[in-house]
């Protein structure tokens, strides 16, 4: 690593393949007076062969500009948060769950749970959807207008005492079940 002389930060870095304009600062964020080091942050500019020592002077004050203001310049540009929506969320998780191994049907149903409970959520930014909002609406849905479909109850929660089993066995969505007779 050769410095430079002029620009305090640009380095020369020397490579077995070649040679490449680099900046090195320390960045620091924090208000004033009580700053806090977070980290060196070397950032390549680009090959000697590419641009030139005044091209890569300009470049370098311009980053190391972007250090000094605090702001990392390899981090990663962030996601506009108007860009979410209820639906990419879902679909994040969606894919997320996906990696972690779990089952398809589940993902899928998670979907449709999505379209069925929150369809005029789905599509909104999630900025824009505020907890009075949700408060207002009824069970938490903007749509939710429609009833609950009704759960046809198993058999009689009471033992029978006298019933024969073939009475127990009927047709219902549970299965049935035998009580002993305990007493």
């Not at 305090?8 to 090195?24: C, D, E, F, I, M």
């Not at 894919?95 to 909104?124: I, N, Q």
């Amino acid at each position: 690593m050769v410095q430079d002389a002029k620009v305090t930060g640009l380095l020369v870095a020397v490579n077995k393949t070649g040679k490449s304009y680099k900046v090195q600062r320390d960045l620091w964020q924090g208000p004033r007076g009580r700053r806090v080091l977070v980290k060196t942050v070397r950032h390549t500019l680009g090959g000697t062969e590419e641009m030139t020592l005044d091209d890569a002077r300009s470049r370098a004050l311009a980053v190391l500009d972007q250090i000094k203001r605090g702001i990392d310049p390899n981090a990663p540009p962030p996601d506009d948060a108007r860009a979410w929506t209820g639906r990419r969320m879902f679909e994040e998780y969606g894919a997320d769950m996906l990696a972690r191994g779990c089952v398809e049907l589940s993902v899928t149903d998670m979907l449709e749970r999505l379209d069925r409970y929150l369809p005029k959520w789905a599509d909104m930014p999630i900025t824009e959807v505020k907890r009075s909002a949700v408060a207002r609406s009824p069970a938490g849905s903007p749509t939710n207008t429609e009833p609950r479909p009704r759960t046809r109850p198993c058999a009689t929660s009471a033992p029978p005492t006298t019933a024969p089993s073939r009475l127990l066995t009927t047709r219902t969505p549970c299965r049935a079940t035998r009580w002993r007779r305990s007493r």
